[in-house]
């Protein structure tokens, strides 16, 4: 009976221990894959920093030809705005 207890003793021990050593197994895999997609993620963010670089001085040359655009626009609004009154008071003479 006690030879019974100890090799049951030690299945149950082994299976312990391995189930231990899969999750564990499985952890470093997965803490594995994380630290290759954080390197890949860091390169990816440097290449973006690299390549937006130029723009800082290319800045004020958009913000003005913005600008200029929006004044363009704000006009052609309200050529439009005036159009439409129009079209409307000719349409309520009718």
Same mark, same amino acid.
């Given at each position: ?18 189930? @231990? ?5 499985? !952890?470093?895999? #997965? *803490?594995?894959?994380?630290? +290759?997609? &954080?390197?890949?993620?860091? =390169? ?10 130029? @723009? ?5 040359? !958009?913000?003005? #030809? *913005?600008?200029?655009?929006? +004044?363009? &626009?704000?006009?052609?609004? =309200? ?16």
């Amino acid at each position: 009976m006690t030879q019974l207890l100890l090799v049951l003793s030690l299945v149950v021990a082994l299976a312990i221990v391995l189930a @231990l050593v899969v999750y564990l197994l499985a !952890i470093i895999y #997965a *803490l594995w894959g994380a630290g +290759t997609n &954080l390197k890949n993620l860091a =390169g990816g963010l440097i290449e973006v920093r690299d390549n937006t670089m130029p @723009l800082a001085k290319d800045i004020p040359t !958009i913000n003005g #030809a *913005l600008s200029a655009l929006l +004044t363009g &626009l704000l006009k052609v609004n =309200g050529n439009l705005a005036a159009i439409v009154e129009v079209a409307q008071g000719s349409n309520e003479q009718n």
